[in-house]
């Protein structure tokens, strides 16, 4: 089938190399030029596990292609998809310029029946909002064409985008047109062959579902940090907590980590997006007012145990960080909790020494030049001289790593584990201090 893909980011390019992969014909139209070429000549801007070659073959197969040309796009695909971002606007509610630039250039260039398929994760109402302003285009310029607009949102996750999208739990389609159901089920047979993982619904309730899904998943990550916090304050430890409550299948043990804080492009934004939306409509959301404040504030704790074990001051300290990505298996580094972290040493004059095993040269490109931040060629490296260790993201490479030679090498022998990563009781055998989140550690003892 002929696709076309607005927007290559982690969803639309992902999409497109599965799409193109079971054999599909699919163009990719980006704005960012420096993009395009870089995937003409084999270069991916981002790290995904398994998309390079696959990203790679599809293209040297020419089933699919990469252009800055939106005509040629909207001219090639019977079905278009729009994968742009929705960052935050000023208010925390989703800005819809890019997804409506998109709906205006369809319209420009159509000369056929399009199926025009939200994929951004968009508010509940942007459906109608895209297609009023296709009709208003198409009207000033005098076409007489047909579209239909489907909301179709993406559940991958980042470190696993392409088996989730060759393996996806579910198809969401928000239509009630029989033709474009039709058309869509044709396009995901591949990937629905093991059951009928397609649910056909309502716009509206396709759209909310998307944000749903995300806002749920954050609950259960700040849930897990408030009770981490009153397991520090209680002298209990939440590993023994987590597994307590995760063997009761209601409840399960997915999702139930605590840790330093949730960030990345997808839930932070969402849960704010959510509430301005629930605003809008006169509701107060207060469950995920509290995600959110919860997770704004737990992003803030390995820097409350810095400081209360360095007794309010860390002028002048250099600190290894190990994992500067959102989560591991990706390079991402939008709402990292890393960045949280090291803006607030830096404001109170330490150093920084980092590694992440994908996630330098994003770090380089948003730290360019500061003399307070030295990224390290492996984790080792980044303990040379550092005053102590501190874990921001779960990489397995971090999870046994040679704790005598941290020992040596760190000067006031303590780690601060913001994934909790280690057993408190083999770190004290290894004579480390050792702060995890929620262990039981309600005072951190001063240096
Ligand atoms: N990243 C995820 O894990 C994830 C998962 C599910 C859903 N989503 C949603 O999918 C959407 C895209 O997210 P992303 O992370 O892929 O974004 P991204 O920022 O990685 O990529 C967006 C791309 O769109 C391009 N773009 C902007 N305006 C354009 C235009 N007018 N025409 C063509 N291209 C244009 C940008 O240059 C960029 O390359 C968002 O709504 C996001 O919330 C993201």
């Known amino acids: 089938m002929k696709v076309t893909v607005f927007g290559i980011g982690y969803v639309g390019l992902v999409q497109a190399a599965v799409l193109a992969e079971v054999g599909h014909d699919v163009v990719c ?19 995904e596990p398994g998309l390079t070659p696959l990203v790679k073959s599809n293209f040297e197969a020419g089933r699919v292609v990469f252009t800055t040309d939106a005509e040629k796009g909207v001219t090639h695909g019977d ?30 260039h159509m000369q056929s029946h399009k199926i025009i398929i939200n994929k951004s994760t968009v508010p509940v109402g942007t459906a109608d909002r895209v297609t009023a302003r296709v009709s208003d285009v198409l009207a000033n310029l005098n076409k007489d064409v047909t579209f239909d607009v489907v909301s179709n949102p993406e559940f991958l996750k980042e470190g696993a985008a392409v088996s989730d999208c060759m393996r996806p739990d579910r198809i969401i389609l928000g239509t009630k047109s029989e033709r474009s159901e039709k058309k ?12 009928d993982k397609i649910i056909v619904m309502d716009v509206r309730s396709a759209e909310l579902t998307k944000y749903a899904a995300n806002c749920m998943l954050a609950t259960k990550i700040s849930f897990m940090n408030e009770i981490a916090n009153l397991a520090e304050l209680f002298g209990a430890d939440v590993e023994n907590v987590r597994k307590g409550i995760g063997s009761d299948p209601r409840i399960g043990y997915q999702f139930i980590y605590p840790g330093c804080g949730y960030g990345g492009s997808c839930f932070p934004k969402d849960v704010q997006a959510l509430v301005r939306s629930a605003t809008a409509v006169g509701y107060q959301a207060k469950v995920l007012e509290a995600v959110e404040a919860v997770n704004y504030r737990q992003k803030e704790k390995l820097f409350e145990y810095i400081m209360r074990f360095y007794n309010n001051n860390v002028q002048g300290k250099t600190i ?17 909790s890393s960045r949280v972290l090291m803006e607030k040493l830096w404001e109170q004059g ?37 005053d102590c260790l501190v874990i921001c993201t779960e990489w397995q490479a971090f999870r046994a790593p040679d704790f005598d030679l941290i020992k040596a090498k760190i000067a006031d022998q303590v780690i601060f584990d913001g994934r909790n990563l280690f057993e408190p009781s083999l770190m004290s055998e290894y004579g480390l201090h050792y702060y995890g989140i929620g262990r039981g550690q309600s005072i951190v003892q001063t240096v």
């Open 29 to 47: 139209v980006d704005v960012d030029q420096n993009k395009v070429d870089n995937l003409e000549k084999g270069i991916i801007p981002i790290y």
């Open 79 to 108: 079905l278009i998809f729009i994968a742009v971002g929705t960052p935050p606007d000023e208010d925390g509610s989703a800005d819809l310029k890019y997804v409506l630039a998109v709906a205006e250039t369809i319209a420009t």
């Open 184 to 195: 869509l089920r044709e396009l995901y047979s591949p990937f629905n062959r093991n059951h």
């Open 320 to 336: 290894a960080l190990w994992g500067l990505s959102f989560k591991p298996n990706t390079d991402d580094m939008r709402e990292a």
């Open 350 to 386: 330490a150093k920084v020494q980092a590694f992440d095993p994908e996630a330098m040269e994003e770090t380089q490109r948003i730290y360019n030049g500061r003399d307070d931040l030295a990224l390290m060629g492996t984790k080792e490296s980044a303990l040379n001289g550092a």
